[in-house]
Nanobody, 122 residues
């Protein structure tokens, strides 16, 4: 079993920044792709970004390209999501997903965190 603990969410004004972190409890962490998804009230969960096991390859949803950056530190078993130029429509619960294939399909990820709330005020 893998536990994923997210942190870094909160309330921020439009145009501001937040950095989300997701720490995994089990090794090996470095063998698998990781991803971030989000779910806004009344909407389905959607893909945000993914990163390959080495960090060399990343994949982003169109609506975050140029604003969000996903990265990982395999030594710390942690994946990050740096979010800049935040918009009110980015308001959602953000979920970390582990042990996946780097794609945008939620079903391809085996473990999920509990989520962290991000609220962007206008």
């Amino acid at each position: 079993q893998v536990q994923l603990v997210e942190s870094g969410g909160g309330l921020v004004q439009a145009g501001g920044s937040l950095r989300l972190s997701c720490a995994a409890s089990r090794r090996p962490f470095s063998n698998y792709a990781m991803a971030w998804f989000r779910q806004a009230p009344g909407k389905e969960r959607e893909f945000v970004a993914a990163i390959s096991w080495s960090g060399a390859s990343t994949n982003y949803a169109d609506f975050v390209k140029g604003r969000f950056t996903i990265s990982r530190d395999n030594y710390k078993s942690t994946v990050y999501l740096q979010m800049n130029s935040l918009k009110p429509e980015d308001t959602a619960v953000y979920y970390c997903a582990a042990y996946g294939d780097g794609s945008s399909a939620a079903v391809k990820y085996e473990y999920w965190g509990q989520g962290t709330q991000v609220t962007v005020s206008s």
